[in-house]
Structures are given as C-alpha cells and as structure tokens.
Nanobody, 120 residues
Framework: LQLEESGGGLVQEGGSLRLTCAAS????????MGWFRQAPGKERETVSC????????SYADSVQGRFTISRDNARNTLYLQMNSLKAEDTAMYFC??????????????WGQGTQVTVSS
C-alpha cells in the first residue's frame, strides 16, 4: 500500500488546514489508519487513529477537540481536519498504516509526509 499526503502549508495561529492521504491498493478499508507527526528535536507523536475494529477514532490529548480524522473507503482516502491550529502543531505530518486492528503507537508503513507550519 502506497500513501501520499497533501494539504500541508503555512498558516497563522487559529487557522485551519485539511490534510489528505491518498492510498493505493484495495485493502484500505481493512486497515487501521492514522496520522502521526514529527517535529525537530521532539519525539514522534501519534495525532489520531481510525481503527479497523470499528471502534471510534482516537486523538492525542494535545489535539482533542481541534482535529478530526475521517476516512472515505470508497476513495481510499484518509483526512485530518485541523482547526484552531497552534504554533506547537508545527511538524511534519505522516499518514500511516497501523500495526494492529486497534489503535496504538505502532505503525507498519507511512508516506513521505507533509509539512505543517503554524506561525504565531
């Protein structure tokens, strides 16, 4: 499965961005999908996850209430709507395939990433 992210960019604090992840392959609907981010000098952080097992999506505490993950299985596409962006959201964002049918911090593959920069 190949993943290609888009939608990143430069935005002011309080602004919004919508990230899109286009996935190739026919198994998308059977996969746990999610987003993680990596900022320079910081540990990788799982931002949000949409599990395969039918449970509700999960979010990091740092983005709860501001970010919304969604997926369109017919289009093999994963989205991340990011509202009320803060400077600390600045990072490279990666679309990823989860290791398990439930959400975790383990990812078995990911795309090239899309840069999100929030100016204060």
């Amino acid at each position: 499965l190949q993943l290609e992210e888009s939608g990143g960019g430069l935005v002011q604090e309080g602004g919004s961005l919508r990230l899109t992840c286009a996935a190739s392959g026919s198994t998308f609907r059977d996969l746990t999908m999610g987003w993680f981010r990596q900022a320079p000098g910081k540990e990788r952080e799982t931002v949000s996850c949409f599990p395969r097992n039918g449970f509700d999506p999960s979010y990091a505490d740092s983005v709860q209430g501001r970010f919304t993950i969604s997926r369109d299985n017919a289009r093999n596409t994963l989205y991340l709507q990011m509202n009320s962006l803060k400077a600390e959201d600045t990072a490279m964002y990666f679309c990823a395939v989860g290791q398990y049918p439930f959400c975790s911090d383990s990812w078995r593959s990911w795309g090239q990433g899309t840069q999100v920069t929030v100016s204060s």
